[in-house]
């Protein structure tokens, strides 16, 4: 990944279509049937995951991916392949649901959610873990029964069990939306820092900021979890 | 660098965005702290079991496979996501 500089506000995408992107656009203009069941197989999962961060439920999450592979194809002649056909793609599902989410009432316009949500202090670790700052020998360290114990213990079963998966999309699905658009994309579906801040229009401090946050949640809600077996 | 500090830092750290002279204290931290040492770890592990979310059904997508004469099969999402951040990914591992 190249290290960019970073800009004020929305950063625009490194990456444009592929060759291999452009190939598919033609085939999917001209009406191949079976490119486009490979696409929608490939990415239908992860429309609907992201897409259930906005509206109020799994089926109106799907419709939402459908009208968003309706999108796609309404919109072939359009792309001009200055972005991936993934973030394209992705682009139209996020306004797609947010438009959708609205509707439903569900949230506020998200470009008001997100700053207020950077903006707003949160502390990764409750602080009372932490010795004072006036603490005679460790100052702002762990406290003496504070301390994260290690997890090496926990078999590798209980760590992936349905339960513990369960558990763990809880938390996601508490998260501020923002921090759950983000850790949901980076984390759950393995995209890039980059594509990323291209989908959801962050610049790459606000994204690590809202992943930095999520991430914590996480981590917490998990050792409570685990605190409690 | 005191842990209050540390964990503030972790993402960053985790992204390979810290200044190299922020990072040697993070490391040099870490070192003596066996406490943040099991911090990071558990924040690795978080970050690896979420990327394993996908690997099992969540949302189960079946499909029917067509051309399977009376059979129908359903076949479930395994769709693995793209690890697209290689340079990254040795921190997490």
Redesign the interface.
């Known amino acids: ?1 190249t290290a960019e500089p970073e800009t004020q506000g929305f950063k625009s995408t490194s990456f444009s279509a592929s060759a291999a992107d452009l190939e598919l656009i033609e085939a999917l203009r001209c009406g191949d049937e079976t490119a486009f069941a490979s696409l929608v ?2 990415y ?3 429309l ?2 992201l897409a259930i961060i906005y509206v109020s439920s ?1 089926a109106v999450a799907e419709e939402v991916a459908q009208e968003t592979w309706l999108g796609v194809l309404q919109g072939l002649d359009r792309f001009e392949g200055r972005s991936s056909l993934k973030t394209w793609i992705f682009r139209i599902l996020t306004n797609r649901a947010k438009t959708r989410g609205q509707r439903e009432a569900r949230n506020v316009p998200f470009s008001d959610l997100v700053s207020v949500e950077i903006e707003a202090d949160e ?3 409750d ?1 009372s873990r ?1 010795n004072p700052p006036d603490h005679p020998n460790w ?4 406290g003496p029964a504070d ?6 213990a926990i078999p590798e079963q209980q ?2 069990s ?1 339960e ?2 369960e558990h ?2 809880k938390a996601i699905a508490a998260l501020p939306p923002a921090q759950r658009e983000v ?1 949901t994309l980076r ?7 980059a ?1 990323v801040c291209s989908v959801l229009s962050l610049s790459e401090a606000n994204q ?1 900021v809202l ?2 946050r999520a ?2 949640r ?2 917490q809600a ?2 409570s979890y685990f605190g409690e077996g | 660098m005191n842990c209050r500090e540390l964990v503030e830092l972790v993402t960053e750290y985790l992204e390979g965005t810290l200044p190299s002279a922020e990072r040697e204290r993070f490391e040099t931290h870490l070192s003596t702290c066996s406490g943040c040492t099991s911090y990071l770890r558990q924040m690795r592990q978080t970050v690896l079991t979420l990327g394993k979310l996908t690997e099992e059904t969540i949302a189960p997508q079946t499909r029917i496979i067509e051309g399977d004469g009376d059979q129908q099969h359903q076949a479930n999402d395994d769709f693995v996501p793209e690890r697209v951040d290689v340079e990254h990914h040795h921190l997490i591992l």
């Open positions: 990944m197989d490939q239908q999962a992860s609907v995951r799994q502390p990764s670790v602080p932490f100052p702002e360290h762990w301390a994260p114990q290690s997890w090496d760590f992936l349905q513990t998966k763990i999309l850790i984390d759950v579906e393995g995209w890039s820092s594509e690590r992943l930095h991430r914590s996480v981590r998990l050792e």
